[in-house]
């Protein structure tokens, strides 16, 4: 039996599958060999973003440790490699609880409900040139949409644990994603508009230049959107652990809350990804053809230093301060990047509507500064605006206890 | 899969959501119901769209989208109707203490 | 084969969760399977190859509207009394059953006058890339080569029709959202707080 992918497939394009199914098609039916090409992709996405969020663990809490001048976990394994595989155990053989008069199968659907839409995020990105496992057209909303269906896993989680603190979580971090969602998308329509099309793919063959260069405004929004949707910890009141304990997953133990962490870190890892898909140009780098891979792997991890440095630098946010950013900073930011994106891409495209290198480089001149100008101007304004607000005595708690002034 | 049993899917869920509407007396609950018949409506204007369309290919392919138009403009519609409706459920909910459909008779408060 | 088990679950999938819905006492399972139903939609879209579409279901509806409705349900706090029925279950019965039987009579009765089967490709294909570009190798796919009816399928695009023939109804659906916006704001803020 030889089986070879036809030329007109639909799944031609994607190298790994072709690989996967040619070296099935060997010796089994053709049937067979789709299966199984299909269903070690799909091993290999979920594997991925489950290992990635272990490693991802133990990075960030040796980064936090290096950049908290001390150590950080350095038992098991060289370098503390293996402690993400004793958390895991120490997580799988604990007590699977469930608190008397929660909703129990919502709230044993939540685990699931948040892990899906992560994995099904890393199907549409291109890890290297045509090796993602669905290349869309609308890629780019289709990420968007996907992201958006996590709200709902919070809310569960918040509601059915009949617990006033994990409600507060639920309630403040669904506050968080709705607003910071608008900035996001509207800063995302100008890289869409540059490169001509939703598709991932293309999006990152249109980078001749990393769009970190072309849309500073946009990479600028898109990242203090995507920490505060990903409960980051300059945004992390949805967990604040000295407000609310541990929102809405105070009620998880064991085996869920293992899952639940998982995905949160795991997000962190997609959403890198996404970026670099978006920003940084991918797979792009010399001898792209081999080591595109390799230049994907370097510029996530750069991404994910730059979320752990952003969380061991800031202190937390008052929800007030969190949604006056979103409203009244990052969306006029982006309103006026889709303003100028689009007047440049008006007047610089050709006639069939593209965009050349030299285009690109111009943009850059006129977007970098523009950016910085931007940034530090309305950054002022609204900083002048927060300081401006009347100072709030609040009553001491505790009789003797010094009034604590807040600004 | 053919046109006929996509449009039987589609009345059948019309009329579960027609069923709700008219049988439940919480405002939510006949919202949700509303929303039922939208998505419904959605699915029959995509499904004739996919399978009839008339003088699509004499005059343009693009007009072969325009199941998929309207679908979008429902689709506004219903959002802008559910962000005012579920405000004045809210409205109403702060005024008389519930959202009971039996209940709210009164036209002055 | 594939489309007819996808089809069929499909159909199980939406009609139950759409019972559910309708019948299921506490308020927040029901908003919940409204969410189940709406994805069950966005699959038909995806099975019709419209893509696009199924991409706005899950945004708009499962995004945005379903999170709309939870928060309803946890701030008018109603759940205790859950969701009963009125006292109109005869009518609420009848008028869908008789509205049900007079349209699956026309459905199954009339004549459609469906596409031909060689265009049902070209169809298929202008459905996908309702937005955005088609590659060579599609076109391969679906046996297109002759180059005036590609460039037909390349220029067939969804955003030509929403801002050239109905441009209209667009700003119409335009100024809406925004009178929507305004008046759900005035609604929220309640006359105490100015």
């Known amino acids: ?407 | 899969m053919s046109l006929e049993s996509l449009l039987a899917i589609a009345a059948i869920l019309f009329c579960i959501g027609l069923y709700g509407a008219l049988s439940r007396s919480n405002v939510i609950a006949v919202f949700m119901s509303i929303e039922i018949m939208f998505n419904a409506v959605n699915l029959t204007f995509v499904a004739f769209g996919r399978y009839i369309t008339p003088l699509a290919f004499d005059v343009n392919l693009g007009s072969l989208l325009t199941g998929q138009v309207f679908v979008i403009f429902v689709i506004t519609v219903a959002a802008a109707e559910i962000a005012l409706g579920l405000g004045i459920v809210l409205a109403l909910y702060r005024s008389t203490n519930s959202i009971d459909l039996s209940q709210i008779v009164r036209l002055k408060h | 084969m594939i489309h007819d088990i996808a089809f069929w679950s499909l159909s199980v999938i939406t009609i139950v969760s759409a019972i559910g819905v309708v019948v299921t006492k506490d308020l927040f399972r029901s908003a919940l399977l409204l969410a189940v139903f709406f994805v069950g939609i966005a699959g038909f879209f995806f099975l019709l190859s419209a893509e696009f579409l199924a991409v706005v279901q899950v945004l708009i509806y499962v995004g945005a509207i379903s999170i709309l409705f939870i928060f309803a349900v946890m701030l008018t706090s109603d759940i205790q009394r859950g969701n009963p029925a009125n006292r109109m279950q005869v009518v609420a019965m009848v008028v869908p059953a008789l509205l049900l039987v007079a349209v699956l009579l026309g459905v199954f009765t009339s004549q459609w006058v469906e596409l031909d089967a060689e265009v049902q490709d070209t169809v298929d294909l202008v459905h996908t890339r309702a937005v955005g570009g088609i590659s060579e190798s599609e076109f391969a796919a679906a046996v297109i080569d002759d180059e005036f009816s590609q460039k037909a399928i390349q220029e067939a695009d969804i955003a030509d029709l929403l801002v050239g023939e109905y441009v209209l109804a667009f700003e119409g659906v335009s100024v809406l959202l925004l009178g929507a916006l305004i008046g759900s704001l005035a609604l929220a803020r309640g006359k105490g707080s100015r």
């Open chain 1, 1 to 407: 039996m030889n089986c070879q992918l036809a030329s007109e497939s639909i799944f031609y394009q994607n190298a790994l599958y072709r690989f996967i199914h040619d070296s099935a098609g060997a010796f089994m039916p053709c049937s067979v060999s789709h299966v199984i090409a299909g269903l070690a992709i799909m091993l290999m996405l979920v594997n991925s973003v489950l290992l990635g969020a272990a490693l991802v663990t133990w990075l960030e809490r040796r980064l936090l440790g290096r950049l908290h001048n001390r150590i950080g976990p350095n038992r098991w394994g060289p370098f503390g490699l293996l402690q993400p595989l004793a958390d895991l155990g120490k997580l799988i053989t604990k007590e699977d609880l469930v608190p008397s008069g929660a909703d129990k199968i919502i709230f044993t659907a939540v685990p699931l409900v948040m892990m899906v839409p992560l994995v099904l995020m890393t199907a549409v990105i291109p890890f290297a040139e045509n090796t993602m496992l669905a290349d869309l057209n609308i890629g780019v909303l289709f990420i968007l949409a996907v992201s958006s269906a996590t709200t709902i896993g919070i809310f569960m989680a918040g509601w059915s644990s009949n617990n006033r603190y994990a409600l507060f979580g639920a309630a403040r971090s669904v506050a968080v994603l709705i607003s910071y969602e608008v900035p996001v998308v509207i800063s995302l329509l100008g890289v869409v508009m540059i490169s001509g099309s939703m598709s991932l793919n293309d999006i990152v063959q249109a980078q001749s230049i990393p769009f970190l260069l072309v849309q500073p405004i946009a990479l600028f929004v898109f990242v203090t959107g995507m920490s505060a949707e990903l409960n980051r910890t300059p945004f992390d009141i949805a967990e604040a652990e000295s407000e609310i304990i541990a929102g809405y997953h105070t009620e998880y133990s064991g085996i869920k809350f293992a899952l639940i962490f998982a995905t949160e870190t795991g997000a962190l890892l997609v959403v890198s990804a996404v970026i670099t898909t978006l920003f940084l140009g991918g797979w792009n780098g010399p001898l792209e053809n081999f080591l595109g891979w390799f230049w994907f792997l370097i510029k996530t991890l750069a991404i994910i230093f730059v979320f752990i440095w952003v969380r061991a630098t800031y202190p937390r946010l008052r929800l007030d301060q969190i949604m006056a950013l979103s409203w009244k900073f990052l969306l006029p930011l982006s309103l006026i990047n889709l303003a100028i994106t689009a007047l440049e891409v008006f007047l610089l495209r050709d006639a069939s509507g593209n965009l050349s290198l030299p285009d690109l480089w111009v943009m850059a001149a006129i977007n970098v500064p523009m950016a910085i100008l931007l940034i530090l101007v309305m950054g002022g304004l609204f900083q002048k605006k927060v300081n401006s607000l009347p100072i709030r005595t609040e009553k001491p708690m505790v009789p003797g206890v010094p009034t604590i002034e807040v600004k």
